[in-house]
Every structure is written in structure tokens, then in C-alpha cells.
């Protein structure tokens, strides 16, 4: 008897999806050859020519080049990226039942950083701005002596991406200092309701006083649209925080070791890397402030449940609170946060304005692009639309700088009652909030910066019966600090902490 075969419907979608992907990205990149191509001609027919136009004949020849290589680049990529991923489907097809030695490294336990694709991506995006906004340098002289002073608003592009080359640098230093650290686990994979243990093999030869901070998150990354309207988000679903003392770090063989060791819930999602467009992935970073450049890693690591997966880490971790750190209040919280007790006797906890200097300078220099965006259809007398539609987000992102550099918050913790006050500059609200009123204490992730950075920041907030919450405090960069100061007005108020 003959069997017929019928080929997989989901194998034919696939590959017409990524055919229709690769079309549509090459459309993309083809503007960007044709304005290179444009540009190469347009400098080789100056050289030919000679004469006064000649100085300005290899500014096009190098911006031709770079817009070339930008819309080459991308099909290129898409090519690579679906041969891999087809490895990798083939791969884990072979590997279905442990999912971990389809990858090299996850086999063998031993994991490089990442912060070599970082630097690549850094440059990347360096190039391609500057290709963009360098020809407005050549042509701001001509602009000036005509009388055009609109013109210096366009200077914002160019000096943005000064900041982003500088970024760039930055980042080439850090890997040249520090090279590339590898994560060494002391069993393959880390286990859903179990651990991940392991050690990182740096190079790090200098002290470090205040020690090693290690985060492990599970991370949810989507991608949405395609071609040129293509984005990627991702979403901490879970994440933990440790801080490894200086004396539990050790010399190794190239550097320092910093041994790693963490509790995971049996309730949190095991890694999954076979929907490209709706993934998880677990990531073990390590920072350390160091003289000059900080230390900086980051690695994916395989977590999976197994059978030595077990119900009973859940309630473990979720006894876990970051007070037991040990961290004294007055010397490790950030700058901007303060907690302390007043002249009564009562908890007050502060958080200044312009805590997140980072985040703060990366705000404004975005509202000056949008601002320059405004600005520049309204001085070339473009349709009224452009400046009005530019203006309306540009109000939305100056709201937000308020936000970040001046806004601040004080709040009182007494027995009985919770005062808060939140404003700008003496000017905000009042809220009075009686203990009977108050459910608990929650400090949770209220926001991500950027789409693919990963980067939680941590609230406070009082949940009340009624339902209502008030956040007491944004924008915490450590999930440490968010717990600890919660788990200390929870316990002023006699309540349980939860997060």
C-alpha cells in the first residue's frame, strides 16, 4: 500500500513568509543604494571636473559608500538570519527533548558574553546616523553666508550623532578592558524550580570595594511588523537581583571570579526560542563600578524545568525579601533616595528630583530632535501639518523632561496613617491615607526603558481597599531598593510587604 505525502502546510508558510520578508527588506535597502550610487556619481563627476567644486567631490564619496553599505546591509543580514534559523529549527527538532544541546555553548556549559554583538550594533547605528546627518556640516558655511541662521537648528542631528559615536567608543573601550567574560555553569540546564549556579570568568584585575551586582531575568521579546515598519519589544516577566560581596570574590586564572547562585520559582516560564517573533529568554548580567570604565556582561542562559524541577522553590522565593540583605539605608540607596526618621519619631522617605541622570539626558537629547523637527518645516514654510503634528509629541516629551529632572516625592510613615506629598518644584498634591485604609504595599516593575534594552523601573505603590493606588515613588532603578524601602513602610505600618 502507497502512503502519499503531503507536504506541511506550516514548512510552506514559513518559507513564503520569509521569502515576502526578504522582499520586503530589500526594498527597503534600495533607496539607500540608489541615494549612493547617486552620491558616487555625482563626487566622480566633481573629481573629473576639477575646479572649486573638487573639495566637496569625496564628502559625496564617502557618504555614498556608507548609504550603500547601510542598504546592503540589512537583505545580507536577513539572508544570514534565516539560514541560521533554519539550522537552528533542524537543530531542535533532533534535540526535542532537551532543547539545551541544541546550542554549542548551553551544551557544554560554558557561555561568552554578548557584549561583542553590542559593540557591533553600537558602530552600526553610529555610521548610519552620522551618514545621515553629516552632509548638513557641508552645507552650513554656504547656508551661513547666504544669510540662512534657520539652518543652525539643523546642527542638533549632527551633534546627536557625536554622542552616539561617543557611545560607540565608549563601549569598544569596555570590551577592550575587560574582553570577553564567560559564564561557567556548574550544572547544564539551570532548572525552573531549582537553580542556576555557575561562575564568571572575567578579567578583572582591579579592586572591587563595593562589589559584583548580578541580575537573572526572564524576558519576553515580540516582534512585531516587518521589513522597514519591523520592531522589537521585550518584557521582564521575572527578575532577582543579588550583590556579591567583594570577599566572596576570588582570583582566577585571567581575572576575577564571581561565583553565581540563584533560586528560581517553579511558576516562572522555562526558555523558548522557537517562535522568533515570540520568544523568552533568560539573561545573567554582572555589573561593577571600577576606577574608569565600569565593568559591564551579559549572557543567555538556558533555563528549563526538568526533573529536578520542584514545587516547593515557589514559596521559597516568594519568603525572599531584599531586607535581608543587610543593606544599611543611609549608605546604599541611590542617589536622590533618602529614608530616615523625622523630629517625631515617624519613617520619612524622600526621593529627589533628577535621580535617573542617564535616562534624563537621553529624554532631552530626543525632545531636541523633535524640537528640531518642529522647527525646521515651519522655517522652510512647509504645509502648517509638519510643525503641528511635531510640536504636539515635542509638548509630550518636554512633560516627560519635567518628569524626570524636577518632579520628586516625600512621603511620611507613622503608625496610624501615611502622608504623601508629589510635585514640581513646591508645587503638587497632599494625600492623607489611614493605616484601615490600606491593603498593602506593592513594589512592581511600572515601566521599561526603550524597546529592546530590557531595562525595568521599579514603584511604589499603596493599594488600598477600595482599589485605588497611589504611587508614592517611579522610576527606582534597583529592584533591591524598590523591595527594601517597601518591606520598611510595610513594617512601620505593621502590614505585609508584596511585589
Not at 521569502?19 to 541615494?35: D, E, K, M, Q
Not at 546627536?160 to 577592550?176: F, N, Q
Not at 538556558?302 to 516547593?312: I, L, Y
Request: aromatic residues 10%; proline residues 5%; charged residues 20%.
Amino acid at each position: 500500500m502507497t502512503v502519499s505525502q503531503h507536504p506541511d502546510p506550516s514548512l510552506a508558510s514559513r518559507r513564503v513568509g520569509k521569502t515576502f520578508s526578504l522582499i520586503l527588506i530589500t526594498v527597503f535597502g534600495i533607496p539607500f543604494i540608489g541615494f549612493g550610487l547617486m552620491a558616487l556619481t555625482v563626487g566622480a563627476r566633481k573629481i573629473w571636473r576639477g575646479g572649486s567644486d573638487s573639495g566637496d567631490a569625496w564628502a559625496f564619496l564617502v557618504i555614498g559608500s556608507l548609504f550603500i553599505l547601510i542598504g546592503a546591509f540589512f537583505p545580507l543580514r536577513q539572508l544570514r538570519v534565516m539560514r541560521r534559523r533554519e539550522r537552528q529549527r533542524e537543530i531542535a527538532k533532533k534535540y526535542e527533548h532537551a532543547p539545551w544541546l541544541a546550542d554549542k555553548q548551553w551544551a557544554i556549559g560554558r557561555i561568552s558574553c554578548s557584549n561583542g554583538k553590542s559593540v557591533l550594533f553600537a558602530w552600526l547605528f553610529a555610521l548610519a546616523w552620522n551618514a545621515i546627518s553629516s552632509p548638513m556640516l557641508f552645507y552650513l558655511p554656504q547656508e551661513l553666508r547666504q544669510g540662512n541662521r534657520a539652518i543652525l537648528v539643523g546642527l542638533v542631528f549632527p551633534l546627536i550623532g557625536a554622542v552616539i559615536l561617543a557611545g560607540a567608543i565608549h563601549s569598544t573601550l569596555r570590551w577592550r578592558r575587560f574582553g570577553g567574560s564567560q559564564f561557567e555553569m556548574a550544572s547544564v540546564p539551570g532548572v525552573i524550580g531549582g537553580f542556576l549556579r555557575g561562575k564568571i570568568h572575567t578579567s578583572i584585575t582591579a579592586t572591587v570595594p563595593e562589589g559584583v551586582r548580578l541580575t537573572l531575568a526572564c524576558i519576553n521579546r515580540r516582534i512585531s511588523g516587518s521589513g522597514k515598519h519591523r520592531s522589537a519589544h521585550e518584557r521582564v516577566l521575572w527578575q532577582k537581583e543579588v550583590l556579591v560581596e567583594p570577599s566572596k570574590l576570588h582570583p582566577g586564572p585571567s581575572g576575577l571570579l564571581i561565583p553565581v547562585e540563584f533560586s528560581i520559582p517553579f511558576d516562572c516560564t522555562p526558555t523558548d526560542r522557537s517562535n522568533a517573533r515570540n520568544s523568552i529568554h533568560w539573561r545573567l548580567s554582572a555589573t561593577a563600578n571600577l576606577p574608569g570604565v565600569d565593568y559591564s556582561s551579559s549572557f543567555e542562559v538556558p533555563v528549563f524545568k526538568t526533573a529536578d524541577s520542584s514545587s516547593r522553590i515557589a514559596a521559597d522565593v516568594a519568603a525572599e525579601t531584599s531586607h535581608d540583605d543587610g543593606m544599611p539605608p543611609s549608605q546604599s540607596l541611590s542617589r536622590g533616595i533618602t529614608l530616615d526618621r523625622d523630629s517625631s519619631g515617624a519613617l520619612a522617605v524622600t526621593f529627589g528630583a533628577a535621580r535617573n541622570i542617564g535616562a534624563g539626558l537621553a529624554l532631552t537629547a530626543f525632545t531636541a530632535i523633535f524640537a528640531g523637527a518642529a522647527i525646521v518645516p515651519w522655517k522652510l514654510g512647509l504645509p502648517f501639518i509638519f510643525p503641528l503634528v511635531f510640536g504636539f509629541f515635542d509638548l509630550v516629551l518636554m512633560a516627560a523632561l519635567v518628569h524626570v529632572w524636577l518632579f520628586s516625592s516625600h512621603v511620611i510613615v507613622r503608625t496610624d496613617e501615611v502622608h504623601v506629598w508629589r510635585g514640581v518644584l513646591g508645587i503638587g498634591r497632599r494625600h492623607r491615607i489611614p493605616k484601615g485604609e490600606i491593603a498593602r504595599i506593592r513594589a512592581g516593575i511600572g515601566m521599561h526603558s526603550g524597546s529592546q534594552s530590557s531595562r525595568p523601573y521599579y514603584d511604589i505603590q499603596i493599594e488600598q481597599r477600595s482599589g485605588r493606588r497611589l504611587t508614592i515613588a517611579s522610576s527606582i532603578r534597583s529592584k533591591r531598593e524598590a523591595e527594601y524601602i517597601a518591606f520598611e513602610v510595610s513594617r512601620e505600618l505593621g502590614l505585609s510587604v508584596s511585589g
